[in-house]
């Protein structure tokens, strides 16, 4: 079955950097577009970046451009998210995710404080 496992989260202070990393099994990885979202306390799931399957091009939301970079390994069947520029409002949950017939595949979410 479909299995994602994040990992990376931690406490940082702000201007600070995280890694996070996603470990996918029971899906063919390299066919797939993979995305990152988040969900800060008290506020909705939110979309964060994707990168696609073939040409590994990265888009992001306009609140992380220029400070966080997705990236994947197919042949570790790992997506990665390295965090820069770490801010107070970049707290959350964050979630991979991937999309197959139509369904939506989550793993557990690693949390990602930013706090001095």
């Known amino acids: 079955q479909v299995q994602l496992v994040e990992s990376g989260g931690g406490l940082v202070q702000p201007g600070g950097s995280l890694r996070l990393a996603c470990a996918v099994s029971?899906?063919?990885?390299?066919?797939?577009?993979m995305y990152w979202y988040r969900q800060p306390p008290g506020q909705e799931r939110e979309w964060v970046a994707l990168?696609?399957?073939?040409?590994?091009?990265?888009s992001y939301a306009n609140s992380v451009e220029g400070r966080f970079t997705i990236s994947r390994d197919n042949s570790k069947k790992t997506m990665y998210l390295q965090m820069n520029s770490l801010k107070p409002e970049d707290t959350a949950v964050y979630y991979c995710?991937?999309?197959?017939?139509?369904?939506?595949?989550w793993g557990q979410g690693t949390q990602v404080t930013v706090s001095s």
């Open positions: 995710n991937v999309q197959i017939g139509g369904y939506f595949y």
């Open positions: 029971g899906f063919t990885f390299s066919s797939n577009t």
């Open positions: 990168i696609s399957s073939a040409s590994s091009i990265p």
